[in-house]
C-alpha cells in the first residue's frame, strides 16, 4: 500500500508541476465525456416526456380482430354490446369503418369526405379536443342519429365560418344523399391538416356512430365488422388483456377455435421507444468519437512527458527501480488525469443536460448506473491510451536515458 501510495503521489506531483499541460490533457475528456452525457441524459428526457404526452391523449387501445382464416363470423351488434358489460376498467369499445362521400359547400363547391364511423368512446381514446358544441354520446349511437362531429377545416371549407353547431349537410355516399346535423367542432388533427392541403383535391374529415352512418347507407351492422377496439387506462392493460380473449370467445361461442387475435396498443409505445433509443444511440456513438480523441490526446502529451523525463527515469532506473515501478507510476498517472476529467466532465454534463431540460421542458432524470458507467470509461481509457507512453518509458535503457539531455 505504501509503495502504491508513493506512486499517486508521484504522479499527483509531475500533473501539478504542468497544471497548463495536465488540464489540455484533461480537457479532450472532460468535453467527451460531457457530450456524451448531455446526449444521453436528453435522450432519456425527451422519451419519458414523450411517454408522457401518449399517457396524457387518454388512454391506450387494445385491438380484437377474428381470424378470417378460422372463422366466417361477425360481431353482431348486441354481442359488441355485452362484450363492453363484461370487460371492467374500460372507456368503452368501438368497432370502426370509414365512409367516403362527397358534398358541397354554401358556395356550390364540391368537397371529398372521409367520414370516419365509431362510438363515444373514440372521443377518451384519440385526445380529441372539441372547440365547439360536443362529441357525439351513447344516445346517439344507441338511437343511430344521423349527427357529425367535424373538422376545424371542415367547418371553414363546408361553411365559410368555424362555428356550425346545428347547422344541417346533405352527405353523399354509394349513390345515397342523407343529411347531418353537425353537433360539434374539434380542432383539426395532422391527418385534418394533412387532407386538407392537398390544393385542389382537399379531403374533409368528420366523426360519426357507426350506427348512424350504417343505417344511413344501407349497411348490415350484424355482419360487417370482424374487428373492434378496446379504450382503456393504460394501467389496465395487463388485466383487460387477460379477460378480453375470454370475454370474446364466450359472447361469440369461439371457445377453443383459437380464433380470437388480441394486439395490444402498447406495441405503439414500445414502438415510440425503440426509436427513440436507436436515435439517442447514433447521436451518442457519434459524440463519444470526442472520447477517442480526448484519449489520443492523453497518449500524445503522456508520450511528451516521457520524452522530457527520459533522464529522471534514467536515474531512476540505475538507482534500481524496476520496470513495472516506472509502468505503474505513468498510467497511474494518465488514470488521475482521466478519472479526473471524467468527474468534472460527469459534473459539466449534468449541469448543462439540466439547463437544456429546462428550456425544452423535457423531463430530467440521471440514471445513477449510467453516471458509474462514465467514470469507468473515463478511467478506462486513460489506462488504454496510457499504455503505449508508460511501457515506453518503462522500457528505456538506463544508461541511453542517462546520455539524454
Partial sequence: MGTFGEYIKSALSSIRNNKGRSF??????????????????????????????????????????????????????????AIEENIDGIYGISPSFTVWGNANSKRGEGFELFITGGSESSETASG?????????????????????????SFARNIFGYEEVVGETLDVTAYDITKEFMIVGIREDTPMDIAFSSYGEDIILTADGPYTSLAEAYGFDMDNMFNSFTIYLDSENRNEVLGKARSVVENVTGLRGENAV???????????????????TSVVAIIAAISLLVGGIGVMNIMTVSVTERTREIGIRKSLGARTSSILTQFLAEASILTFTGGIIGIIFGITVSFIICKIIDFSFSVNPVLVAAVVAISTSIGLFFGIYPAKRAANLDPIEALRNE
Avoid at 394486439?263 to 425503440?274: A, I, V
Fill in 24 to 81: 489540455l490533457t484533461m480537457l479532450g475528456i472532460i468535453i467527451g465525456i460531457s457530450a456524451v452525457l448531455v446526449v444521453l441524459i436528453i435522450g432519456d428526457g425527451m422519451k419519458a416526456t414523450v411517454n408522457s404526452e401518449i399517457d396524457s391523449m387518454g388512454a391506450s387501445s387494445i385491438s380484437v380482430t377474428l381470424d378470417d382464416t378460422k372463422t366466417d363470423k361477425r360481431f353482431t351488434r348486441s354481442q359488441l354490446k
Fill in 128 to 152: 380529441i379536443k372539441m372547440l365547439h358544441g360536443r362529441y357525439y354520446n351513447s344516445s346517439d349511437v344507441e338511437d343511430g342519429k344521423q349527427v357529425l362531429v367535424v373538422s376545424q
Fill in 261 to 279: 387475435k388480441i394486439s395490444s396498443g402498447s406495441g405503439f409505445d414500445e414502438t415510440t421507444n425503440s426509436i427513440l433509443d436507436i436515435i
